[in-house]
């Protein structure tokens, strides 16, 4: 069967030596546009280990990127306490009611991982909202719109005991969250992502709800692989799942992915929509950053069958 992803021919489209400043890693990138420009912001990692988030622009969002030299939110400020160990796997999202880009990512520290927020108008400089989901909570996407007023965003807690589902919850101001429900379950048994889930880039509207993009995990001999998946969520009460794919869409194969510092992963956290076109941006091996693109049609049609 021909696979519903294709890969862009230019993958790794950026990796560690593009980087203007010495890189150990590139990785889990957030994907929008701004003036022009397809925008990543990516998770650095530098040769101490420890990760900040930088911005590239590029015209075609393939090639001629242009990395800012300085990071968008850099880890260890003293002021920013929850992320002295990282600022890690950035989500973008514009909120057009806003008129920002919000920024959901992973604030690391001696706590834990826990969920932070910020934002920014023009991608130079960000300004941080804070914490809104305490330790161990990560893979948090904002939807792009207010459901019957409030804001909504995806989230992923440890439960303990290795349950680790996708939830959601509710904000009338973007820094209170509540409502929490769970949308997605990780799977049962030996299904792919029996180990854990979480959401990977935020939301799309398409004709029959939210699509998301998320992860899965199933350990093979004591390894992880994290897969691709996708579903489908109701358009106004986005914690109903309309559809789901039985079984992963995208996996490790290609060199960059199957080799690298964590092999077996690739990690969807950039989603754009160009044309009849899904541009899924996504971190390979946790080493470089990488584009594959589908018919949206085709994603579709298989989390919500006709
Ligand atoms: C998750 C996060 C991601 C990483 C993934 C795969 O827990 O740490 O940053 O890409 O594991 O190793």
């Given at each position: 069967?021909?696979?519903?992803?294709?890969?862009?021919?230019?993958?790794?489209?950026?990796?560690?030596?593009?980087?203007?400043?010495?890189?150990?890693?590139?990785?889990?990138?957030?994907?929008?546009?701004?003036?022009?420009?397809?925008?990543?912001?990516?998770?650095?990692?530098?040769?101490?280990?420890?990760?900040?988030?930088?911005?590239?622009?590029?015209?075609?969002?393939?090639?001629?990127?242009?990395?800012q030299p300085e990071p968008l939110l850099r880890h260890g400020e003293p002021r920013w306490r929850y992320e002295m160990y990282g600022c890690e796997d950035p989500r973008v999202v514009y909120l057009s009611e806003q008129g920002y880009w919000y920024i959901t990512y992973t604030g690391y520290s001696s706590s834990g991982a826990a969920v932070a927020l910020a934002r920014t108008k023009d991608f130079v400089e960000a300004e941080r909202v804070g914490l809104i989901f305490s330790p161990n909570n990560k893979d948090s996407a904002l939807f792009p719109k207010r459901f019957n007023g409030r804001w909504a965003v995806l989230h992923r807690p440890d439960a303990g005991g290795g349950i680790e589902d996708i939830w959601i919850a509710y904000s009338p101001d973007l820094i209170h969250w509540g409502e929490p429900r769970c949308v997605l379950r990780e799977g049962y048994g030996p299904a792919w992502d029996a180990v854990k889930v979480g959401a990977g880039p935020p939301p799309v509207l398409t004709e029959f709800g939210w699509l998301l993009i998320y992860h899965g995990v199933k350990a093979y001999g004591g390894e992880l692989l994290y897969r691709a998946g996708a579903a489908v969520l109701d358009e106004i009460e986005p914690h109903e799942v309309i559809g789901r794919t039985s079984g992963w869409l995208f996996q490790a194969e290609e060199i960059y992915e199957v080799s690298g510092l964590v092999p077996g992963v690739v990690f969807p956290t950039g989603m754009l929509i160009r044309g009849d076109e899904l541009w899924m941006y996504y971190g390979a091996a946790d080493t470089c950053v990488c584009l594959a693109t589908a018919k949206l049609k085709d994603v579709l049609e298989v989390v919500v069958p006709q």
């Amino acid at each position: 069967m021909k696979p519903i992803f294709q890969r862009s021919p230019h993958n790794p489209i950026l990796a560690a030596r593009d980087m203007p400043f010495p890189a150990a890693a590139v990785l889990n990138p957030g994907a929008t546009e701004h003036e022009g420009d397809v925008v990543l912001v990516l998770r650095v990692e530098d040769h101490a280990g420890f990760s900040s988030i930088y911005v590239a622009r590029s015209k075609d969002g393939v090639t001629g990127w242009r990395i800012q030299p300085e990071p968008l939110l850099r880890h260890g400020e003293p002021r920013w306490r929850y992320e002295m160990y990282g600022c890690e796997d950035p989500r973008v999202v514009y909120l057009s009611e806003q008129g920002y880009w919000y920024i959901t990512y992973t604030g690391y520290s001696s706590s834990g991982a826990a969920v932070a927020l910020a934002r920014t108008k023009d991608f130079v400089e960000a300004e941080r909202v804070g914490l809104i989901f305490s330790p161990n909570n990560k893979d948090s996407a904002l939807f792009p719109k207010r459901f019957n007023g409030r804001w909504a965003v995806l989230h992923r807690p440890d439960a303990g005991g290795g349950i680790e589902d996708i939830w959601i919850a509710y904000s009338p101001d973007l820094i209170h969250w509540g409502e929490p429900r769970c949308v997605l379950r990780e799977g049962y048994g030996p299904a792919w992502d029996a180990v854990k889930v979480g959401a990977g880039p935020p939301p799309v509207l398409t004709e029959f709800g939210w699509l998301l993009i998320y992860h899965g995990v199933k350990a093979y001999g004591g390894e992880l692989l994290y897969r691709a998946g996708a579903a489908v969520l109701d358009e106004i009460e986005p914690h109903e799942v309309i559809g789901r794919t039985s079984g992963w869409l995208f996996q490790a194969e290609e060199i960059y992915e199957v080799s690298g510092l964590v092999p077996g992963v690739v990690f969807p956290t950039g989603m754009l929509i160009r044309g009849d076109e899904l541009w899924m941006y996504y971190g390979a091996a946790d080493t470089c950053v990488c584009l594959a693109t589908a018919k949206l049609k085709d994603v579709l049609e298989v989390v919500v069958p006709q």
